[in-house]
């Protein structure tokens, strides 16, 4: 949230100079081995280690150092007066008048909790901006103000096209012919909406002002940003992307896909802002090694180069060591333009024919994109709230030179003895390192006040471009209790394709029971061993579905061990080792994700989420030992459960306002397994952390469950990053919980023949349930451990209102009308 990177641009930046300049450009070699240190916690540890000043004596230095170099800026009397239009958000850019100087319309952020989330607003007079088209980010207006074009991103597959011979061009000397006969399929071009591979693209779109307009789309899969509106209304200026290198293009609006290259910059190029002088030729901004650049192009000029490669060469207007960016042409003679040669970037209007320049501004964070509306200039105004709107009228401009606060410049590099050209190959995977990770793991078994310990390692591998992942690990306890896990993931295909196995080990001592004997201790180990083979496919915009194959087997090994009863002979009793579950089951999986973009998405999400699982089970259990028929031995018998399994939830959570960062919330999950006569090891269970958590996980458990969460949550602080050891503290959230659900075993089998039979079945059992509640406070806290891993950490108690009973062989536990408590550290917050 906030300003995001420029943060690391201005106060990142600076901090290095200010660091360099006072100690020496050895420093940053230095902290940055600090920093590798495992007894190296944070950022200012090492800092204070090295400047042997502590934090707060380092801060306060380099504050000062601020403040008297902006000082200097702020003291000037003549500093711009400052007239906002524009200030919520993070980033408002890009203003531009329609005809007649009646509306602005300008990109922003509003209400947004990332820079990159942008609408296109427009501003009638005086009244409040209104959003037209979410997700744009960038226009411009027709010549009669009436429509507009806009930059989006959009999803892409290829999709269907026009052959170019059916194209249409104006342009003189164009390879695109006119066609008259397929004008009408032209004007009507679409391309494949439905795109399975996700991949998303800029294009342009044309809609009028009216909110209710639809939008024409114009190009496909141009990676197109920057439009730029002809003043004669026929084409539209981009700038278009093409292997890490930007050029110009034209688009003719009235012909979808008719798309002309301009230019054909040396690779790396970055194109950014072009605009109409006249009808004919085009300014723009551009860098090549350094900083920007302004150029122009006549797109009337004789082309040069032969086929795809055919373009105009532009001709270079300011080139200087300094940065140039933004040009608005007032006339052929005249343009203003933003450019940092003092240090800070303000807006300067320059005779093109005299080379006469006077700065417009006199800003002291920076202004950027001028627009002139008669004599009124707006511009993007960069301060410490971010990217807001800004107006100066034609009495306030500065009309005088700069004097200048900061003098670094890039300087000038000569890449003369490094290879410039490379021969081309065909791409091919290119395996990354492997990469290896400690891991501790560390288990507590409550039941018999046990800690295991067991180090271990992570190891994974990707591919450059992430076609594929590679990740596994082991640990092992001194008590052999081990686990083991792989993880092989492949992107190549249009379903991302995936292999999961997993064996665990655990080992205990346990007492076993005889008839008319003592009952011995002996050691049991368990195993687990699972794996799972999944096809995803994210189908856009927002539906996800993976199919899946898991098939798994459970064993269990008991030790030899003697049996005696009182003074009779010991009797040695072998060991035992049998798989009491061997399965395979299928599944399938559908998630329409809703949730809403925001910094607080993980501590407290809102917008909507739908997940509906099906599986079908074949389930064998063991049920006995003795003389098996099919293989003429003795050994496990098995029970087959064929069975399905259904589980919707549903996340619904919404901001109490606009603004506000409290979200009330409402999950609700469902689980049926239509087969009531089925064992209770398959059971669903709805108590614990998963569940219920005012009563314990396998106090209730079932064929039906049905759980439902309300909660309130909201910030207690915010933005904090407090530093604790290696640890920083960011957010602290707080949540009202409230919950009401039950499991049961239904009176009858449930079917899914049709919608009638399934409600008809799976409440008409509903007598059987007994609904339980319980209340809850939650405190989340979110932050980041060793300066990028994020971290989320939760406290939670919770009180069952309502009484529950669980009788065993051998008791009866009674639950409810108790505070239980939970704490977890993950990755994020589930």
Same mark, same amino acid.
């Given at each position: 949230?906030?300003?995001?990177?420029?943060?690391?641009?201005?106060?990142?930046?600076?901090?290095?100079?200010?660091? $360099?300049?006072?100690?020496?450009?050895?420093?940053?070699?230095?902290?940055?081995?600090?920093?590798?240190?495992?007894?190296?916690?944070?950022?200012?540890?090492?800092?204070?280690?090295?400047?042997?000043?502590?934090?707060?004596?380092?801060?306060?230095?380099?504050?000062?150092?601020?403040?008297?170099?902006?000082?200097?800026?702020?003291?000037?009397?003549?500093?711009?007066?400052?007239?906002?239009?524009?200030?919520?958000?993070?980033?408002?850019?890009?203003?531009?008048?329609?005809?007649?100087?009646?509306?602005?319309?300008?990109?922003?952020?509003?209400?947004?909790?990332?820079?990159?989330?942008?609408?296109?607003?427009?501003?009638?007079?005086?009244?409040?901006?209104?959003?037209?088209?979410?997700?744009?980010?960038?226009?411009?207006?027709?010549?009669?103000?009436?429509?507009?074009?806009?930059?989006?991103?959009?999803?892409?597959?290829?999709?269907?096209?026009?052959?170019?011979?059916?194209?249409?061009?104006?342009?003189?000397?164009?390879?695109?012919?006119?066609?008259?006969?397929?004008?009408?399929?032209?004007?009507?071009?679409?391309?494949?909406?439905?795109?399975?591979?996700?991949?998303?693209?800029?294009?342009?779109?044309?809609?009028?002002?009216?909110?209710?307009?639809?939008?024409?789309?114009?190009?496909?899969?141009?990676?197109?940003?920057?439009?730029?509106?002809?003043?004669?209304?026929?084409?539209?200026?981009?700038?278009?992307?093409?292997?890490?290198?930007?050029?110009?293009?034209?688009?003719?609006?009235?012909?979808?896909?008719?798309?002309?290259?301009?230019?054909?910059?040396?690779?790396?190029?970055?194109?950014?802002?072009?605009?109409?002088?006249?009808?004919? %030729?085009?300014?723009?901004?551009?860098?090549?090694?350094?900083?920007?650049?302004?150029?122009?192009?006549?797109?009337? $000029?004789?082309?040069?180069?032969?086929?795809?490669?055919?373009?105009?060469?532009?001709?270079?207007?300011?080139?200087?060591?300094?940065?140039?960016?933004?040009?608005?042409?007032?006339?052929?003679?005249?343009?203003?333009?933003?450019?940092?040669?003092?240090?800070?970037?303000?807006?300067?209007?320059?005779?093109?024919?005299?080379?006469?320049?006077?700065?417009?501004?006199?800003?002291?964070?920076?202004?950027?994109?001028?627009?002139?509306?008669?004599?009124?200039?707006?511009?993007?105004?960069?301060?410490?709230?971010?990217?807001?709107?800004?107006?100066?009228?034609?009495?306030?401009?500065?009309?005088?030179?700069?004097?200048?606060?900061?003098?670094?410049?890039?300087?000038?590099?000569?890449?003369?003895?490094?290879?410039?050209?490379?021969?081309?190959e065909p791409y091919a995977t290119r395996y990354g390192p492997m990469f290896i990770l400690p891991r501790l793991q560390i288990d507590i078994d409550q039941s018999k006040h046990k800690t295991i310990v067991k180090p271990g390692f992570f190891f994974f591998s990707n591919e450059i471009l992430d076609n594929y992942l590679l990740m596994g690990g082991a640990d092992v306890g001194l008590n052999k209790d081990l686990d083991l896990f792989l993880l092989a993931e492949y992107r190549g295909f249009?379903?991302?394709?995936?292999?999961?196995?997993?064996?665990?080990?655990?080992?205990?001592?346990?007492?076993?029971? =005889?008839?008319?004997?003592?009952?011995?201790?002996?050691?049991?180990?368990?195993?687990?061993?699972?794996?799972?083979?999944?096809?995803?496919?994210?189908?856009?915009?927002?539906?996800?579905?993976?199919?899946?194959?898991?098939?798994?087997? =459970?064993?269990?090994?008991?030790?030899?061990?003697?049996?005696?009863?009182?003074?009779?002979?010991?009797?040695?009793?072998?060991?035992?080792?049998?798989? =009491?579950?061997?399965?395979?089951?299928?599944?399938?999986?559908?998630?329409?994700?809703?949730?809403?973009?925001?910094?607080?998405?993980?501590?407290?999400?809102?917008?909507?989420?739908?997940?509906?699982?099906?599986?079908?089970?074949?389930?064998?259990?063991?049920?006995?030992?003795?003389?098996?028929?099919?293989?003429?031995?003795?050994?496990?018998?098995?029970?087959?459960? %064929?069975?399905?399994?259904?589980?919707?939830?549903?996340?619904?959570?919404?901001?109490?306002?606009?603004?506000?960062?409290?979200?009330?919330?409402?999950?609700?999950?469902?689980?049926?397994?239509?087969?009531?006569?089925?064992?209770?090891?398959?059971?669903?269970? $709805?108590?614990?952390?998963?569940?219920?958590?005012?009563?314990?996980?396998?106090?209730?458990?079932?064929?039906?469950?049905?759980?439902?969460?309300?909660?309130?949550?909201?910030?207690?602080?915010?933005?904090?990053?407090?530093?604790?050891?290696?640890?920083?503290?960011?957010?602290?959230?707080?949540?009202?919980?409230?919950?009401?659900?039950?499991?049961?075993?239904?009176?009858?089998?449930?079917?899914?023949?049709?919608?009638?039979?399934?409600?008809?079945?799976?409440?008409?059992?509903?007598?059987?349930?007994?609904?339980?509640?319980?209340?809850?406070?939650?405190?989340?806290?979110?932050?980041?451990?060793?300066?990028?891993?994020?971290?989320?950490?939760?406290?939670?108690?919770?009180?069952?209102?309502?009484?529950?009973?669980?009788?065993?062989?051998?008791?009866?536990?009674?639950?409810?009308?108790?505070?239980?408590?939970?704490?977890?550290?993950?990755?994020?917050?589930?």
């Amino acid at each position: 949230e906030g300003i995001g990177n420029e943060a690391v641009y201005n106060q990142g930046f600076n901090l290095v100079h200010f660091l $360099a300049d006072n100690w020496g450009e050895e420093i940053l070699n230095r902290i940055t081995d600090r920093l590798r240190s495992p007894t190296t916690f944070n950022f200012y540890q090492a800092v204070s280690a090295e400047t042997g000043l502590s934090k707060h004596q380092f801060h306060t230095i380099w504050r000062d150092s601020l403040e008297q170099a902006y000082g200097k800026i702020l003291a000037d009397s003549t500093v711009t007066p400052l007239h906002f239009i524009q200030k919520q958000g993070a980033t408002n850019s890009q203003p531009r008048w329609a005809a007649g100087d009646s509306i602005l319309g300008f990109i922003g952020n509003a209400g947004q909790s990332y820079m990159s989330l942008t609408s296109l607003y427009l501003k009638h007079g005086d009244a409040k901006p209104e959003e037209l088209t979410p997700g744009a980010e960038g226009f411009d207006w027709s010549p009669d103000g009436k429509r507009v074009v806009i930059s989006h991103k959009n999803f892409y597959d290829g999709g269907l096209v026009a052959p170019p011979a059916m194209r249409v061009s104006t342009l003189p000397g164009s390879p695109i012919q006119h066609d008259p006969e397929n004008l009408k399929h032209q004007q009507n071009c679409e391309r494949c909406q439905f795109a399975l591979t996700g991949s998303r693209f800029n294009d342009l779109f044309i809609r009028s002002i009216h909110p209710d307009s639809v939008e024409k789309q114009i190009t496909f899969g141009e990676r197109a940003k920057n439009p730029a509106w002809a003043p004669t209304g026929d084409k539209i200026v981009y700038v278009t992307l093409h292997d890490g290198t930007n050029n110009l293009k034209l688009v003719y609006p009235q012909y979808p896909d008719s798309t002309e290259i301009l230019t054909h910059f040396s690779p790396g190029t970055q194109v950014f802002s072009p605009r109409w002088v006249d009808s004919t %030729h085009i300014v723009f901004d551009y860098v090549t090694d350094y900083n920007r650049d302004i150029g122009i192009i006549d797109i009337l $000029a004789k082309k040069s180069g032969e086929g795809s490669e055919q373009s105009i060469k532009p001709k270079s207007l300011l080139e200087n060591r300094w940065d140039e960016r933004d040009p608005y042409p007032v006339n052929d003679s005249i343009l203003v333009y933003s450019h940092d040669k003092t240090g800070v970037f303000n807006i300067y209007q320059r005779n093109l024919k005299t080379g006469a320049e006077v700065a417009l501004s006199h800003v002291v964070g920076g202004a950027f994109q001028p627009e002139l509306k008669k004599d009124d200039l707006v511009y993007s105004l960069y301060d410490s709230l971010g990217f807001n709107i800004a107006q100066l009228g034609q009495d306030e401009f500065f009309n005088d030179s700069l004097p200048e606060f900061f003098s670094r410049h890039l300087p000038r590099r000569d890449w003369s003895s490094h290879t410039t050209s490379l021969a081309s190959e065909p791409y091919a995977t290119r395996y990354g390192p492997m990469f290896i990770l400690p891991r501790l793991q560390i288990d507590i078994d409550q039941s018999k006040h046990k800690t295991i310990v067991k180090p271990g390692f992570f190891f994974f591998s990707n591919e450059i471009l992430d076609n594929y992942l590679l990740m596994g690990g082991a640990d092992v306890g001194l008590n052999k209790d081990l686990d083991l896990f792989l993880l092989a993931e492949y992107r190549g295909f249009l379903p991302t394709l995936s292999l999961e196995v997993y064996h665990m080990a655990r080992n205990t001592v346990e007492e076993l029971n =005889y008839q008319n004997y003592p009952s011995p201790s002996t050691n049991i180990k368990f195993r687990l061993t699972q794996a799972t083979l999944k096809a995803s496919v994210i189908i856009p915009e927002n539906h996800h579905l993976d199919v899946d194959v898991t098939t798994g087997i =459970y064993n269990t090994f008991i030790n030899d061990h003697i049996i005696q009863r009182h003074n009779d002979i010991p009797l040695s009793v072998p060991g035992l080792d049998y798989d =009491y579950f061997k399965g395979i089951d299928w599944g399938l999986h559908y998630q329409l994700a809703g949730l809403a973009v925001r910094q607080e998405r993980s501590i407290n999400p809102s917008g909507s989420q739908l997940d509906v699982s099906f599986r079908d089970n074949y389930h064998n259990f063991m049920s006995n030992f003795g003389y098996r028929e099919d293989t003429g031995t003795w050994g496990e018998i098995y029970s087959l459960f %064929h069975y399905q399994r259904l589980d919707i939830k549903h996340f619904y959570g919404k901001r109490l306002s606009e603004n506000s960062k409290a979200v009330v919330s409402l999950n609700t999950e469902m689980t049926v397994i239509p087969h009531n006569g089925l064992d209770d090891f398959f059971y669903d269970f $709805a108590g614990g952390l998963p569940g219920l958590r005012g009563y314990p996980f396998y106090g209730l458990s079932g064929t039906r469950k049905a759980v439902m969460t309300g909660t309130l949550r909201f910030p207690v602080l915010r933005n904090l990053y407090k530093p604790i050891a290696q640890y920083a503290l960011q957010d602290v959230y707080l949540g009202i919980v409230g919950q009401i659900g039950s499991a049961w075993i239904g009176n009858s089998d449930a079917s899914f023949s049709s919608v009638s039979d399934f409600n008809h079945s799976v409440w008409n059992d509903l007598d059987n349930s007994k609904w339980l509640k319980d209340v809850g406070l939650e405190l989340r806290l979110a932050g980041f451990s060793f300066y990028g891993y994020p971290t989320a950490i939760e406290f939670a108690g919770y009180y069952g209102f309502d009484p529950l009973s669980i009788t065993t062989t051998e008791t009866t536990y009674q639950y409810g009308q108790d505070v239980r408590y939970y704490w977890r550290v993950l990755f994020g917050f589930e």
